[in-house]
């Protein structure tokens, strides 16, 4: 292939496909994530104007259900609906870290935990790809804010990076090798994702072995041949005649390599003949079916937060239902930009209700008519307020935890009149729940359901499905108790990630913090026990067994949750991390022994002395439970873990030195010696009091002190002798 070829592969000719060249076909790639989003042929770059598709609850959702094999069906229905769109790739899944409550794409990201993610996303990305479409696993990377996203620096330590943000791609990548990988629009530590030559080849290459092509985010490529350099494949959207030019010219000139250019656009080719025999011209799918996945998922995805008096569920003959808020019949389902699907129906929760209701059901809008909205719970035997954030969006971030003012008055003034309130939310990330929710006696967290959550919403209501979401992020008591809170969204260019480590639950769980609802919360209509922990070490990992049964009078779904602590530790850590969890189905009376995996690479920290994955040995508590802070049992399991020995240098302190088997030896004869010779600092050490003013010292530090009675000489032959 031609230089000028090579480099026309490495753009797209317009908003959605790759160029074809040669005999290299084209393919199209779209949005994605919970639904195809293909624009209709001809028209412009719209956000409404795309063919119908099925409308699937956004990652928020999706993620609440805490069940990674619904996560994969609805990956392979999604490929069904692209095979029969003719998309080859579809744009997603997004598992940037929902790391701050006021992130504008937190709809479109799945949890404030990078397993919880990880795990989720790689069996979405295994269903799509086990038919035959590609996932674009974005935004590559610190993508956790809307605020300034084109340019701003996400300033963030290496640990921080390794152990938070980048977890979840590095277990996907590794698990389920996404055919392509998408670059962020922001910089990293000062550097454009899209020319991040560390983390686009050192790492996501180098490190995880990714073998696809990594494609920038729309528009996110400042410099064609810097970022081809760093690692970056393909440009979009195009068509960059200029772009391609100047990369052809840099190869030709010397200043990019060649082999930088062709291994580029071998790999663009290599994905589009992949995508290309991977088709099926024809392909149906069957969108009634799809529409009732979407809203088993939908029901599966609703937190019930509260249900004081088990006022949850209704009963069928209900007397008389007031429902009020106008997103009872206007759903709101799915957040707005890039991710906008265009439904193939659209349910509403108002004629679900009344669907599932033999008594009387009667609406009011209730946003801006708040008295007549009362009036209608005061003379109703139960209400149903719903309300909701107004707008969630790409390109912009939240600017308040609240609920609009409108929404407030109805809860409080229905509240008010009907002592049997229900409060259903919808919103794509947290909302403050505090303090109305003390006058409410039944809580349900609606989230942004997809097309069918209306029904969904319903179900729950009804008992028709017991509850079993869960909380992916906290809601804090307050926006400022929130570990994010003094470092979002930054300023002048830069967002410092302050809380390093501490991200969400672990930062409230650090700081001791009552919070209004704990990750991993959520309540069901029935009960759970838990019996019988047992916790073992295996390849480096740990084994957990426990028994769960259902105790309560209603079949119901139980989501077990496995939190590990290293309480004595190396680095700082937070209080307890979700290592594990899964979803249990079990029948009234039903028990179940219930095993799962925590593997060694999940319970390792990142080491930035010795640069690599560390399992620190210890004695680990392993807590299960039903939230994270609903801990049932507990364990304490010794982990070897792995050969952490750091070496010594002249850096190294005393304290570390006499830490160190070796050099403890090497230097307690080197002190000896200076001792004998009449170096009054070196028999000063054996002093206690001594010890600890100079334990802190580095040993080339320590030689000042000793002058000529520590010189090179020593030095070295303490080196030699400690490693
Ligand atoms: C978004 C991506 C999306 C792309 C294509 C960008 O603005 O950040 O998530 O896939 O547009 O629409």
């Known amino acids: 292939m031609e230089i000028e070829e ?11 496909h790759t160029r074809a060249v040669a005999d290299v076909p084209a393919i199209m790639v779209t949005d994605g994530p919970h639904g195809v989003r293909k624009q209709v042929a001809g028209e412009g770059h719209g956000l409404l104007d795309s063919e119908p598709s099925t409308c699937f609850p956004p990652a928020v959702a999706l993620a ?17 609906e692209c095979l ?45 790809q086990s038919r035959g479409v590609g996932a674009s696993l974005k ?133 589009a003949r992949r995508a290309a025999a991977a088709a099926r011209p024809g392909a149906t799918y069957d969108a009634g079916a799809h529409h009732a996945l979407a809203r088993q998922v939908a029901a599966r995805a609703v937190v019930l937060l509260k249900n004081d008096g088990g006022l949850l569920p209704l009963a069928p003959d209900e007397p008389s239902i007031a429902v009020l808020g106008e997103q009872a019949r206007t759903p709101r389902y799915q957040g707005g930009g890039s991710s906008l699907v265009n439904p193939t129906r659209l349910d509403g929760a108002l004629d679900a209700i009344k669907a599932l209701a033999a008594g009387e059901v009667r609406f009011a809008g209730g ?6 909205a009362a009036a209608l719970a005061r003379e109703s035997s139960v209400a149903i307020v ?95 108790d929130h570990p994010a809170y003094l470092d979002f969204p930054g300023e002048q260019g830069h967002v410092r990630y302050g809380e390093g480590v501490h991200v969400g639950y672990r930062g409230f769980d650090a700081r001791e913090q009552d919070v209004a609802y704990p990750f991993g919360f959520g309540l069901s209509y029935t009960t759970f026990s838990y019996s019988g922990l047992s916790v073992s070490t295996v390849d480096g990992g740990l084994l957990v067994r426990v028994t769960v049964a259902n105790t309560g009078g209603r079949d119901g779904r139980e989501i077990v949750q496995v939190y590990t602590s290293l309480p004595v530790s190396r680095v700082r850590r937070a209080p307890r991390e979700l290592k594990a969890f899964a979803a249990v189905p079990l029948a009234v009376g039903e028990s179940a022994e219930v095993e799962l995996l925590v593997e060694a690479a999940d319970l390792a ?63 307690t004869e080197a002190f000896a010696a200076m001792a004998s010779a009449g170096g009054g600092m070196a028999a000063g050490v054996a002093d206690p009091a ?34």
């Open 6 to 16: 090579q480099a026309a592969l490495t753009s797209g000719p317009d908003f959605w």
């Open 64 to 80: 609440s259900t805490w069940d990674p094999a619904l996560a994969r069906r609805v990956g392979e229905a999604l490929a069904q």
């Open 84 to 128: 029969a769109m003719d998309v080859a790739v579809l744009l997603g899944p997004g598992v940037n870290l929902k790391r701050a409550p006021l992130g504008g794409r937190n709809f479109e990201y799945f949890a404030e935990d990078p397993i919880l993610t990880g795990v989720m996303a790689t069996e979405w990305v295994a269903g799509l």
């Open 139 to 271: 935004h590559f990377a610190i993508n956790s804010q809307e605020t300034d996203r084109m340019r701003v620096s996400a300033d963030v330590d290496e640990r921080t990076l390794r152990e938070m943000y980048l977890r979840a791609f590095q277990r996907v990548i590794q698990r389920a090798r996404p055919w392509t990988v998408m670059c962020s629009y922001n910089r990293i530590n000062g550097v454009y994702a899209s020319q991040h030559h560390w983390l686009l080849t050192e790492v996501l290459r180098g490190e995880w072995g990714f073998e696809g092509v990594l494609v920038s985010d729309w528009g996110a490529v400042v410099d064609r041949v810097e970022a081809v350099r760093a690692g970056l494949d393909l440009s979009m959207p195009g068509p960059d005649d200029a772009g391609d030019r100047a990369l052809a010219a840099a190869v030709r000139a010397g200043s990019l390599p060649a082999a930088a250019l062709e291994t580029a656009a071998g790999r663009v080719e290599a994905l």
């Open 367 to 372: 946003y801006d008519d708040v008295e007549a």
């Open 386 to 480: 719903f309300a909701g954030t107004e707008e969630e969006t790409e390109g912009s971030d939240r600017t308040a935890l609240e609920l609009p003012a409108a929404h407030l008055a109805l809860i409080e003034a229905v509240a008010a009149a009907n002592p049997r309130t229900v409060v259903v939310l919808s919103n794509g990330a947290v909302v403050r729940t505090t303090p109305w929710d003390a006058a409410v006696p039944a809580l349900v967290e609606g989230w942004l359901l997809g097309q069918a959550g209306g029904g969904a919403l319903a179900d729950v209501l009804f008992g028709v499905v017991n509850p079993s979401g869960r909380l992916t992020e906290t809601i804090p008591l307050r926006l400022a």
């Open 605 to 667: 920290y990142w080491d930035v002395e010795l640069g690599r994955w560390v399992v620190e040995a210890g004695q680990y508590t392993v807590a299960v439970g039903s939230s994270s802070r609903d801990l049932r049992a507990s364990a304490t399991v010794a982990v070897a873990g792995d050969d952490e020995r750091r070496p010594l240098t002249a850096e190294s302190t005393i304290a570390e030195w006499f830490a160190d088997p070796r050099g403890a030896a090497a230097l």
């Open 690 to 723: 001594m010890f600890s003013l100079m334990a802190s010292t580095p040993l080339n530090r320590f030689a000042a002190f000793a002058g000529d009675a520590f010189g090179p000489a020593t030095m070295a032959a303490l080196l030699k002798a400690a490693n």
